[in-house]
């Protein structure tokens, strides 16, 4: 279950058009629903009026802003889609607009007629003219339900239609959701959110919470909800996520066991007379919009008030973020102290939750402190990412113990792998040593990497940590005729550079398994797989992508230039040295065998896992269509070779993000999500939407405290992700604390 909300039991107070009527002014006629001016105008007023009245407690914040709204965002207003299917609507100065029944005879229509009726057009107009002045709109439109919808077009008859016609019934239901689905993706694409007007706490989720209007099914049975709607809510919430029901009346726990069964139901309206305790028993991970009555509400003293609000607090649970309070048209007969004291109930209610949380939390020293640290880079430290380690000699090390330990992770892969979604923890052992001057010797490689591998099996973790014969960025550089130069306590660096890319052609070039740097790495490849039996997970050596090993050897003040002056040299260096680099890589998979774990050096990898991890970091420093045009497809070629390729860039390619998910067998990207791990770290902002559906994997590595690892997390996931959290915590408890973290935010 997705647990997205941000903030401890959030109030809404949704007033009724009288009380708008009554303190602004406001009539709900036609034109303020659809003339433009009005629509700017008329929310900046009661955005006014709020924040006059309710300033301090957080309400009309958008009080200086003209906002494009297409939807009026603090009306319970559902109408729309019932003019869309033939029905009228009646406008009124103080109350909201009322739907009069079609009462049609029949249960047949065409989808595509709804989209071609004057109310549709009209909507249409609206956002057309809100663009053209202010260049987007926002805004939610209550969708109004499929049942609620029915009852509108047909009247009574829907519910004998049900007894008497059920195939035909069942038709006529999942055509109104294709009308809604429609309709839902043509809010979306204009707006980004399809949550419903009513329920504004649906705002402080991370994502916008699709809801759907169930408000009639009070009146229908649980057999006949099970048979005819359940169905259509259970794909609803695999496709509109986050998911959530909207439900008024005073029995949604009838529908306990059957909401149970939606796999994806992430918000649930729980009408002021629902059992809230038998809802949470059936749905302990559902966010809990708990309705107030509006009329009782009114008649409370301040102590009934108060243990209203707290009893059915009581029965959600104790955690704070999976529930929210609501009271829905209060209209201008409502003092606005009643408004204040529903607020203060909260915030005390809050308070003591967090004063007995905090003395639990003093007795226990088993969960790490969550105390916010800022996000920076330390650039004190050799390597942000290292692990300090105690070397082991071959003859030390348990193979035996690791093998099973790394088989049983293995399995865990095998399923990720192959399913649609979900999630995985990988805490990595990077040896700072082993990136510097000791990948020049391969037994101390090896030792601090046996090292590293002892120290992760007290880490919580889904991916077993592998092997990798680490020696240096230059391996398939050195084709072209370059080595090393060994700067003390530094990682090699290439020796020499073409002063052009027409230069790089010419130059002659041989097999990268000739070169002393290519002989060195398959030597260290054998070594290892014979100290380990061949039984350890071992890589890939760092394989630079086509680019990055291009422009590695190339003069960097002629490199970019050769683009454009020489485009034909650069595809032909490009596309070479993808074949040496795909030549070399069938050397290395050869001598690893079965122990090979891909996609290799920077990612988190498995034996169960398929595809070539190349490092692209000139990536930032490239325009779209030649990174793409040019250089992406040399990458592809070499992942088309060993089962997909995996990207990996450090700094922030979030601008290119759209176009590697799309790369021809594509099948993981990596990148860097805290300024902590790379100062130059990728934003979250549209990581999630950009990944979920896709099957690409993110590979996001992230140093940083619990508390920053877990906010980056949940702006990260959405259902229909593959994610890998690649963690670096300090303490094998702070990684258990993480590893339950990340699991419950993914569910």
Request: proline share 4%; aromatic share 10%.
């Amino acid at each position: 279950m997705l647990h997205i909300c941000s903030k401890h039991l959030p109030v809404d107070i949704v007033f009724h058009p009288s009380w708008w009527h009554h303190n602004a002014g406001i009539s709900f006629d036609e034109s303020f629903f659809y003339d433009p001016r009005r629509r700017v105008d008329d929310e900046r007023k009661m955005e006014q009026v709020l924040y006059e009245h309710f300033g301090d407690l957080g309400l009309g914040e958008d009080h200086l802003r003209d906002l494009p709204q297409i939807g009026a965002v603090h009306l319970a207003s559902g109408y729309l889609l019932s003019e869309m299917l033939g029905c009228k609507i009646e406008y009124y100065e103080d109350a909201p607009p009322q739907v009069i029944c079609a009462h049609r005879d029949t249960l047949d229509f065409e989808v595509e007629d709804a989209f071609k009726s004057p109310a549709f057009k009209r909507l249409v107009n609206l956002v057309e003219q809100l663009k053209a002045k202010h260049g987007y709109v926002v805004g939610d439109i209550n969708w109004g339900g499929v049942l609620n919808l029915a009852i509108d077009v047909r009247g009574e008859d829907i519910f004998t239609d049900m007894l008497l016609r059920p195939e035909q019934t069942e038709i006529y239901f999942k055509k109104i959701a294709q009308v809604i689905d429609k309709f839902v993706w043509y809010i979306q694409s204009n707006t980004g959110t399809s949550s419903i007007s009513v329920n504004r706490s649906a705002r402080l989720f991370d994502y916008p919470v699709a809801i759907h209007s169930e408000c009639s099914h009070t009146m229908i049975s649980e057999d006949d909800y099970r048979k005819f709607l359940l169905p259509i809510d259970q794909e609803w919430s695999m496709r509109h996520v986050p998911y959530g029901i909207h439900y008024c009346g005073k029995d949604p726990h009838r529908m306990a066991e059957a909401f149970a069964e939606i796999e994806r139901l992430t918000f649930l309206d729980v009408g002021w007379g629902g059992d809230v305790a038998l809802l949470r028993r059936h749905l302990p991970e559902t966010f809990f919009n708990i309705r107030l009555n509006p009329v009782e509400i009114q008649k409370y003293t301040y102590e009934e008030l108060e243990r209203n609000i707290r009893e059915r607090v009581d029965a959600s649970g104790s955690d704070l973020t999976l529930t929210g309070l609501c009271c829905v048209n209060m209209d201008k007969t409502v003092t606005d102290q009643r408004i204040r004291e529903i607020h203060e109930v909260a915030a005390n209610i809050i308070k003591e939750y967090q004063e007995l949380s905090d003395k639990k939390e003093s007795k226990s020293q088993s969960a790490p402190s969550l105390d916010t640290e800022e996000d920076a880079f330390n650039f004190n430290l050799a390597d942000s990412q290292a692990t300090v380690v105690n070397p082991v000699q071959p003859a030390d090390f348990c193979i035996d113990e690791y093998a099973d330990y790394a088989d049983d992770l293995d399995e865990r892969c095998g399923k990720f792998w192959k399913a649609d979604e979900g999630v995985l923890v990988y805490r990595r052992m990077r040896v700072k040593d082993v990136f510097a001057q000791d990948s020049r010797n391969m037994e101390k490689s090896l030792c601090w990497q046996l090292g590293a591998l002892k120290e992760s099996m007290k880490f919580k973790s889904d991916i077993p940590n592998f092997l990798e014969p680490w020696h240096g960025l230059g391996t398939v550089a050195s084709a072209y005729g370059f080595g090393y130069l060994w700067e003390e306590g530094q990682a090699p660096a290439v020796d020499g550079k073409f002063a052009s890319v027409q230069e790089l052609v010419d130059a002659p070039f041989k097999a990268v398994k000739d070169t002393e740097i290519g002989r060195f790495t398959l030597d260290m490849t054998r070594y290892f797989k014979e100290q380990t039996k061949g039984r350890i997970p071992m890589s890939f050596c760092d394989v630079q992508s086509p680019l990055n090993t291009v422009s590695n050897i190339i003069d960097s003040n002629q490199f970019y230039l050769d683009f454009y002056d020489n485009p034909e040299a650069m595809a032909i260096a490009m596309n070479r040295t993808a074949d040496l680099l795909i030549d070399y890589t069938r050397e290395q998979q050869a001598i690893i065998g079965d122990a090979l774990a891909r996609p290799g050096h920077g990612f988190a990898s498995s034996r169960m896992f398929t595809g070539i991890g190349m490092s692209d970091d000139t990536v930032t420093m490239m325009p779209d269509d030649i990174y793409f045009d040019v250089c992406a497809p040399a990458m592809v070629k070499v992942g088309n070779e060993f089962g997909g390729a995996v990207f990996h860039s450090c700094g922030n390619w979030s601008s290119k993000k759209e176009g590697i998910v799309k790369m021809p067998g594509i099948k993981m990207a990596d990148g860097a999500f805290s300024l902590a791990t790379d100062p130059g770290a990728n934003s979250t902002d549209g990581y999630a939407e950009t990944f979920a559906n896709t099957g690409v994997i993110l590979n996001a590595r992230i140093v940083g405290n619990p508390q920053l690892v877990v906010e980056k997390v949940k702006q990260l996931w959405r259902p229909g992700m593959k994610l890998i959290v690649v963690t670096y915590a300090e303490t094998p408890e702070e990684q258990a604390f993480l590893y339950d973290q990340i699991h419950k935010i993914a569910g």
